[in-house]
């Protein structure tokens, strides 16, 4: 199977700045992509941003456009999250997602998921 560490998460102040970074143990899977998601107190999970392996193209929930950057370190299977100018409202446990490359994985799940770091941010 394929193991995801996440770290990074951590209590700071609104307007703040926190990095999140995830190593994916993939063995003998190829990556399509990897994400984040997160999921606040009180809502369902959400995706944060993703990241092609090939190629590098990103996504963004419209809610964090312009205060977010996803990355990744293709060599070591790692992701990256920037997160600027933190609000309350970005409050939650974020979790790293990977999907395995193959025939489908474009159009569907991803296949597995870190335990999650919390982020909080306070005022």
């Known amino acids: 199977q394929v193991q995801l560490v996440e770290s990074g998460g951590g209590v700071v102040q609104a307007g703040g700045s926190l990095r999140l970074s995830c190593t994916a143990s993939?063995?003998?899977?190829?990556?399509?992509?990897m994400a984040w998601f997160r999921r606040a107190p009180g809502t369902e999970r959400e995706i944060v941003a993703s990241i092609r392996w090939s190629g590098g193209s990103t996504y963004y929930a419209d809610s964090v456009k312009g205060r977010f950057a996803i990355s990744r370190a293709i060599a070591q299977n790692t992701i990256y999250l920037q997160m600027n100018n933190l609000k309350r409202e970005d409050t939650a446990v974020y979790y790293c997602?990977?999907?395995?490359?193959?025939?489908?994985?474009?159009?569907?799940?991803?296949?597995?998921w870190g335990q999650g770091t919390q982020v909080t941010v306070s005022s």
């Open positions: 997602a990977y999907k395995v490359a193959g025939w489908g994985a474009a159009t569907g799940d991803y296949n597995y």
């Open positions: 993939a063995g003998s899977f190829s990556t399509y992509a």
